[in-house]
């Protein structure tokens, strides 16, 4: 079987710097540009918040709005404007869609009112009184909200995507190899266009109580990734990308415009039993992707989280590489899990599209060249590595 | 050897399985074929208050209640040993080739909240984000991609696990993953399982706020009834069934056991609505025409049909309309595993494709237990209540799922 080219042909992007792939560039492109924070909602977390979205335009019907909370309605508006973008509403009925994916938004409320009763009874006590509190406290609608799949579900019922939908979970890893195994299909010719993506809301305290715990949350003001003393620390950011991929054929025949190919993309999960093994896993991958860099400026879209451990396996790879320019978009976006590393390819799409890099991100970012080929890391907080290789439309 | 497409043929080469039927392969479908049944009431924690107290658990080893997460783990890592131990592929800890995890979402459940909540001396989030540290062991215990971490750290399975979840097809997904892996020639063989442990007292009542759940639990052996005129929804339950996958060449090559093939995959999402399918049954008919197609098949050429059959009205309605607009006015027999084992949910689709090879290596269709009173709408012969003998070469098992996720497999015998 011939191994097909994909490309990319659509990109629906929000950050904290805005909605849509213009706004994003032009905040990212700007010298002088800063984060947008929220340390209120959340308090004493500083967080990266989700510009307010004119859903209307995405999702048009109130009653689907209704039927998502923030997470699920975040990431149906951006894979519309990834379709609008590619000019593919008209391809929906036989496009390919995977989702990348953590647990929609909980009834915070209802959650402390339930803890609050019942924390301190004994358990024979609590029990009951647990079942009849859910029972009767729960909303139907917030069940399906809070369902991983069914963000894909409501871009399904939305976006009238349905040529297969599937939903990957496990946190960062889960939005690298849903890229990886979308493109894959595609080049080995399962169908010939498709939707991936995920989407991230940092401001809820239903997901810091699961981050926490994880030990890797930034605790303190704001401060680019590099300027976090160890061990560092994540800042959340919300945030969401789509892509459409296409077959380059595809593309071609219908008269796309391609905004980058999508060279290859390669993941591993390193155990991290000790010091060196996130930096192997990456040098193994770059093995794999390396024969497939087009001539010419290699830049970086760094994955780093801000986590310290992570960073420091990410920067000894980095020093082997050579690259000519690094940017680390978490420095400006935050870290947002499951869509993250979408964002981040979405990224690098936009800089070999324009010719350009956004404007440095970090004191440490480097380097000013118009790329010929952008590699973009991805490095789980706690397990997963991966990369993905682009390079321009014309190469 | 190649299919029609020109892909490598992919062999099943190990199963293992658990339910509430019982621990291992052979006890669960000399169960299955003498039409018993895993339901019962709830005893893991109380029930009062439910509108339903009965599903089919699969008992924790004695200690404290497991979370969701680590329970789902548990059954897997049983389906895992049970599969490899059959397919003698690899050495303990070292499997060469990738795992493909179906499973449920998970969230932190109230157990973990009160003891924050303790912890805290209050119960609103600030305060218990503010205690929830590294040693609650939280993060690690709910992360999405913990369990499939940990399967893969205990098995040495390769590369980065895929965590996977499309509500009650996921178990089939798992499987169409892994054949794709080895259909693109991206490993000879990998672990494609689907694992289901949340029957917790959240997950029982957001299913039954869907009036998703049977309420027959007065009897909880006959509350599972698909097909059956009285059907009134799915019994919860948890099991796991893993399946050892191989390219077929390699899999003879090292003189391995063929159990049977998967010899296509096919699916279409739905985009009427979140529970339930377009009346027009175009995306179930979609999924299971596209995985004849997969398979090289014509309708006429499937033995069998493994139903999703999880004793919904819906569902099981229209799944008779798909079978009688693929398979025209003589479809071929279909039964349901779930009138025994319950919903599996995440579980579900690996499990059935489990019991579907099964029945081809012997021959045999499991019953659809609890047949009482036909349904005059569902004109399906269902294997009733027993057991039979039939020449089965060819069968299609099907996983339709809320969000509107279909999956359809179809699994056959070793070519001769």
């Known amino acids: 079987m011939t191994r097909q080219s994909i490309v990319i042909t659509g990109i629906g992007l929000v950050t904290s710097l805005g909605d849509g792939a213009e706004a994003n560039w032009a905040a990212l492109s700007d010298p002088a540009g800063a984060p947008v924070l929220d340390d209120t909602t959340c308090a004493p977390f500083v967080l990266h918040p989700v510009p307010p979205l004119p859903l209307d335009a995405q999702i048009p019907r109130k009653g689907d709005q209704r039927q998502m909370e923030p997470w699920q309605r975040l990431g149906t508006y951006a894979a519309g404007l990834a379709l609008d973008d590619a000019g593919a509403r008209d391809l929906v009925a036989d496009m390919h869609l995977i989702v990348a994916a953590g647990g929609g938004e909980r009834d915070i409320a209802l959650d402390e009112a339930i803890a609050g009763e019942l924390a301190g009874l004994p358990p024979e006590v609590s029990g009951p009184l647990l079942n009849e509190r859910l029972a009767n406290g729960l909303r139907p609608t917030l069940f399906l909200a809070q369902l991983s799949n069914l963000m894909a579900g409501n871009i399904s019922i939305v976006h009238g995507v349905t040529g297969s939908s599937r939903t990957f979970m496990g946190e960062e890893q889960a939005g690298a190899d849903a890229l990886r195994i979308a493109a894959a299909r595609l080049a080995e010719g399962s169908g010939s266009i498709a939707l991936v993506g995920g989407a991230f809301i940092a401001t809820r305290w239903d997901l810091l109580v699961f981050y926490g715990p994880g030990g890797r949350l930034w605790q303190g003001g704001w401060a680019p990734v590099s300027g976090r003393a160890d061990p560092g620390g994540i800042m959340l950011g919300g945030m969401a990308a789509f892509l459409v991929l296409e077959t380059e054929a595809h593309a071609r025949a219908r008269g796309a415009p391609v905004l980058a190919r999508l060279d290859g993309v390669a993941t591993d999960a390193a155990r991290r039993s000790a010091p060196g093994q996130s930096q192997a896993a990456l040098a193994g991958l770059w093995q794999r992707l390396a024969p497939m860099r087009a001539a010419g400026p290699l830049a970086v879209i760094s994955g780093a989280t801000g986590d310290g451990a992570a960073l420091a396996e990410e920067g000894g790879f980095l020093a082997t590489l050579g690259a000519d320019a690094i940017r680390t978009p978490a420095s400006r976006l935050g870290h947002g899990v499951e869509a993250g590393f979408c964002v981040h390819v979405a990224l690098a799409a936009l800089a070999l599209q324009r010719g350009a890099l956004p404007a440095p991100l970090d004191p440490a970012d480097t380097g000013v060249v118009a790329p010929a080929a952008v590699l973009v890391t991805g490095m789980g907080q706690w397990r997963g590595e991966s990369l993905a290789l682009l390079s321009g439309a014309s190469a | 050897m190649k299919d029609h497409r020109g892909r490598p043929l992919v062999a099943v080469t190990g199963i293992g399985t658990v339910t509430s039927l019982g621990w291992g392969r052979e006890?669960?479908?000399?169960?299955?074929?003498?039409?018993?049944?895993?339901?019962?009431?709830?005893?893991?924690?109380?029930?009062?208050?439910?509108?339903?107290?009965?599903?089919?658990?699969?008992?924790?080893?004695?200690?404290?209640?497991?979370?969701?997460?680590?329970?789902?783990?548990?059954?897997?890592?049983?389906?895992?040993?049970?599969?490899?131990?059959?397919?003698?592929?690899?050495?303990?800890?070292?499997?060469?080739?990738?795992?493909?995890?179906?499973?449920?979402?998970?969230?932190?459940?109230?157990?973990?909240?009160?003891?924050?909540?303790?912890?805290?001396?209050?119960?609103?989030?600030?305060?218990?984000?503010?205690?929830?540290?590294?040693?609650?062991?939280?993060?690690?215990?709910?992360?999405?991609?913990?369990?499939?971490?940990?399967?893969?750290?205990?098995?040495?399975?390769?590369?980065?696990?895929?965590?996977?979840?499309?509500?009650?097809?996921?178990?089939?997904?798992?499987?169409?993953?892994?054949?794709?892996?080895?259909?693109?020639?991206?490993?000879?063989?990998?672990?494609?399982?689907?694992?289901?442990?949340?029957?917790?007292?959240?997950?029982?009542?957001?299913?039954?706020?869907?009036?998703?759940?049977?309420?027959?639990?007065?009897?909880?052996?006959?509350?599972?009834?698909?097909?059956?005129?009285?059907?009134?929804?799915?019994?919860?339950?948890?099991?796991?069934?893993?399946?050892?996958?191989?390219?077929?060449?390699?899999?003879?090559?090292?003189?391995?056991?063929?159990?049977?093939?998967?010899?296509?995959?096919?699916?279409?999402?739905?985009?009427?609505?979140?529970?339930?399918?377009?009346?027009?049954?175009?995306?179930?008919?979609?999924?299971?025409?596209?995985?004849?197609?997969?398979?090289?098949?014509?309708?006429?050429?499937?033995?069998?049909?493994?139903?999703?059959?999880?004793?919904?009205?819906?569902?099981?309605?229209?799944?008779?309309?798909?079978?009688?607009?693929?398979?025209?006015?003589?479809?071929?027999?279909?039964?349901?595993?779930?009138?025994?084992?319950?919903?599996?949910?995440?579980?579900?689709?690996?499990?059935?494709?489990?019991?579907?090879?099964?029945?081809?290596?012997?021959?045999?269709?499991?019953?659809t237990i609890n047949y009482d009173e036909p349904d005059p709408n569902i004109p399906l012969d269902v294997v009733p209540n027993v057991k039979r003998a039939a020449k089965v070469a060819h069968v299609m098992s099907n996983s339709f799922g809320f969000g509107g996720q279909n999956v359809c497999l179809v699994l056959a015998a070793e070519p001769s």
């Open chain 2, 27 to 367: 006890e669960n479908w000399a169960k299955l074929c003498a039409g018993q049944s895993g339901i019962t009431r709830i005893t893991r924690f109380p029930t009062e208050h439910l509108r339903t107290t009965i599903a089919g658990t699969v008992a924790d080893a004695p200690g404290p209640v497991l979370a969701s997460p680590a329970r789902t783990e548990r059954l897997a890592s049983f389906a895992i040993e049970e599969a490899l131990a059959e397919a003698r592929l690899g050495t303990p800890g070292h499997f060469p080739g990738p795992l493909f995890l179906g499973m449920p979402p998970v969230d932190i459940e109230w157990p973990a909240r009160f003891e924050l909540a303790r912890r805290a001396h209050a119960a609103s989030y600030p305060a218990m984000v503010a205690v929830a540290t590294p040693e609650t062991g939280i993060f690690e215990t709910y992360a999405f991609g913990g369990v499939g971490e940990r399967l893969a750290e205990c098995f040495g399975t390769r590369g980065a696990p895929i965590t996977l979840t499309t509500a009650c097809a996921t178990g089939a997904t798992a499987i169409q993953l892994g054949v794709e892996a080895i259909q693109r020639g991206e490993c000879e063989a990998c672990i494609a399982t689907g694992a289901e442990g949340s029957v917790q007292p959240e997950a029982v009542v957001r299913f039954s706020l869907l009036s998703a759940l049977s309420t027959r639990n007065d009897d909880p052996a006959r509350a599972s009834r698909p097909f059956e005129k009285s059907r009134d929804g799915f019994v919860m339950a948890e099991g796991a069934a893993a399946l050892v996958l191989e390219n077929y060449e390699s899999a003879r090559a090292r003189g391995a056991k063929i159990i049977g093939l998967v010899l296509g995959a096919g699916e279409r999402a739905d985009n009427f609505h979140r529970t339930r399918s377009n009346p027009n049954g175009q995306a179930i008919l979609g999924a299971m025409r596209n995985a004849l197609a997969d398979a090289g098949l014509q309708p006429g050429q499937i033995d069998y049909v493994n139903g999703h059959g999880t004793g919904t009205p819906e569902n099981d309605r229209m799944e008779t309309f798909g079978m009688r607009a693929v398979f025209g006015e003589t479809p071929p027999p279909i039964s349901s595993n779930k009138s025994m084992i319950g919903h599996t949910l995440s579980a579900a689709g690996a499990l059935e494709a489990a019991f579907s090879l099964l029945t081809i290596r012997d021959q045999m269709l499991p019953p």
